[in-house]
Antibody, heavy 122, light 107 residues
Framework: QVQLVESGGGVVQPGRSLRLSCAASRFTFRSYAMHWVRQAPGKGLEWVAIISFDGSSQYYADSVKGRFTISRDNSKSTLSLQMNSLRPEDTAVYYC???????????????WGQGTTVTVSS | SYELTQPPSLSVSPGLTATITCSGDKLGDQYVSWFQQKPGQSPVLLIYQDNKRPSGIPERFSGSNSGNTATLTIGGTQALDEADYHCQAWDTSNYVVFGGGTQVTVL
């Protein structure tokens, strides 16, 4: 079935970098916009970033702008999140999710990965 | 920045209707999605574009959106509906916003 699988999480010291990946399978990856969404322990969902279906546009939450970079490789059906200058408040489960956006209208984040955990601690 | 406000918690008796609100400035001008999340699991899309259900979502889940408030209604609430529910919208700057989430308890 349609699947997203995140990887790359771990424990990292403040100020260091980490790169997350999301592997897509069994759907036409290049047709969908993709999000990263995170959830700190015991907290609600927080949107992180979005990239358009072709990678030409990216938008970021203010909390990560200038530190995180979202990218995609449609030839490999892979989404990435490069996280630099990590802070303790970036500690969370990070999910990737697909979004069918047609003519600037979202049809919802209908497929989510299982999440990968990032812990920023000294 | 744009904010969405949800009640932190809600209790409902089995078989009754649960109504979860999500408030934001002129929210009715935006499309709203709703997600269900059970402990230790990833979110599941319940409603998109205010009131549309993806295939496989039971009809007891319905949504509406007008003015400053969007509403998720669970009709005939069942024990398996016990979960956190999150609303989500887009602001005018192409940013995605989530509400704080509502924990629904069925008892």
């Amino acid at each position: 079935q349609v699947q997203l699988v995140e990887s790359g999480g771990g424990v990292v010291q403040p100020g260091r970098s980490l790169r997350l990946s999301c592997a897509a399978s069994r759907f036409t990856f290049r047709s969908y916009a993709m999000h990263w969404v995170r959830q700190a322990p015991g907290k609600g969902l927080e949107w992180v970033a979005i990239i358009s279906f072709d990678g030409s546009s990216q938008y970021y939450a203010d909390s990560v702008k200038g530190r995180f970079t979202i990218s995609r490789d449609n030839s490999k059906s892979t989404l990435s999140l490069q996280m630099n200058s990590l802070r303790p408040e970036d500690t969370a489960v990070y999910y990737c999710a697909r979004d069918d956006i047609q003519q600037m209208v979202s049809f919802g984040m209908d497929v989510w990965g299982q999440g990968t955990t990032v812990t920023v601690s000294s | 920045s744009y904010e969405l406000t949800q009640p932190p918690s809600l209790s409902v008796s089995p078989g009754l209707t649960a109504t979860i609100t999500c408030s934001g400035d002129k929210l009715g001008d935006q499309y709203v999605s709703w997600f269900q999340q059970k402990p230790g699991q990833s979110p599941v899309l319940l409603i998109y574009q205010d009131n549309k259900r993806p295939s496989g979502i039971p009809e007891r889940f319905s949504g509406s959106n007008s003015g400053n408030t969007a509403t998720l209604t669970i009709g005939g609430t069942q024990a398996l509906d016990e979960a956190d529910y999150h609303c989500q919208a887009w602001d005018t700057s192409n940013y995605v916003v989530f509400g704080g989430g509502t924990q629904v308890t069925v008892l």
